[in-house]
């Protein structure tokens, strides 16, 4: 009965429209109000041949986040599902429990060796754009569902917050890599609350004062309350994406995007 249910249709559906919808418009978003020169095509197509491999990746195992909401809710395990409590309550404290993990995580890849060997293929592309949100390596890609389904699991998160959550770190994954120049005082004010593109670009500069801040994907809170975060980029960052000897050694091309961790 579980396994029919994972394979829900509809659930799919949304999730992969709301993929295309943000992609699209953050395509035409970077069209409209570039930050910084176009990047070149052939890293931009190996970035989307790793998303492919990625997308092969989660297709052909049999673990998803709603899978993980469902398996708690049968089992009637996870907090949420022990406590009586409102549903959007529910959502909106998993979110919040959510994307503080997946900020742990982050600076965990950041500072565990074993760890940075797969991130720094997401750090050695020479270009920031909505491209660079697929130039994850699979092994990454991995670890970082892994977490987010026990994390679920452990909360008891609601399926309803699973399948809107989805879609957000997916709209926001894009978001905050796309080539988009926001008025600063727009940016200024989102900031305070969610990531922007300018903040999360500091996160992609050469300078360890840079990529050592800004961690966070979706709320940019945790970055003030943990002191992680940078208004600016350094002087060495201005015009300069990417971490000195990443750029260039994993090159345009997937195949050493992939051998790069084992090097
Ligand atoms: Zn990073």
């Known amino acids: 009965m579980i396994q029919s249910l994972l394979n829900l249709e509809p659930d799919v559906l949304i999730r992969l429209q709301g993929f295309i919808f943000?992609?699209?418009?953050?395509?035409l978003f970077e069209r409209w109000l570039p930050a910084r020169p176009r990047g070149y095509a052939a890293r931009a197509m190996s970035n989307v041949s790793l998303q492919l491999i990625n997308m092969l990746l989660l297709i052909s195992i049999p673990l998803t986040l709603t899978a993980a909401a469902l398996f708690a809710l049968f089992n009637q395990f996870g907090l949420f599902n022990l406590i009586k409590l409102g549903l959007w309550t529910k959502i909106v404290l998993s979110w919040l429990v959510l994307d503080l993990i997946m900020y742990g995580l982050h600076r965990a890849y950041h500072g565990v060796g074993f760890l940075w060997r797969f991130h720094r293929v997401h750090h050695g592309d020479p270009v920031l754009d909505v491209t660079t949100t697929f130039r994850t390596h699979p092994v990454e890609t991995l670890i970082t569902l892994l977490v987010r389904a026990i994390t679920v699991v452990l909360i008891g998160m609601p399926l309803l917050g699973v399948i809107l959550?989805?879609?957000?770190?997916?709209?926001?994954?894009?978001?905050?890599?796309?080539?988009?120049?926001?008025?600063?005082?727009l940016d200024q004010i989102i900031?305070?609350?969610?990531?922007?593109?300018?903040?999360?670009?500091?996160?992609?500069?050469p300078d360890p004062v840079d990529y050592g801040a800004n961690f966070g994907l979706v709320i940019s809170i945790w970055d003030r309350?943990?002191?992680?975060?940078?208004?600016?980029?350094?002087?060495?960052?201005?015009?300069?994406?990417?971490?000195?000897?990443?750029v260039g050694s994993n090159g345009d091309g997937v195949l050493p995007m992939l051998k790069l961790p084992f090097k």
């Open 22 to 27: 943000a992609l699209v418009a953050m395509l």
């Open 165 to 185: 959550y989805e879609i957000i770190i997916c709209t926001m994954a894009l978001f905050i890599h796309a080539n988009i120049r926001l008025h600063r005082s």
């Open 191 to 205: 900031s305070w609350i969610l990531v922007t593109p300018a903040m999360h670009r500091v996160h992609h500069g």
């Open 225 to 246: 309350v943990f002191g992680t975060f940078r208004a600016q980029p350094s002087s060495m960052s201005e015009d300069r994406i990417g971490i000195p000897g990443l």
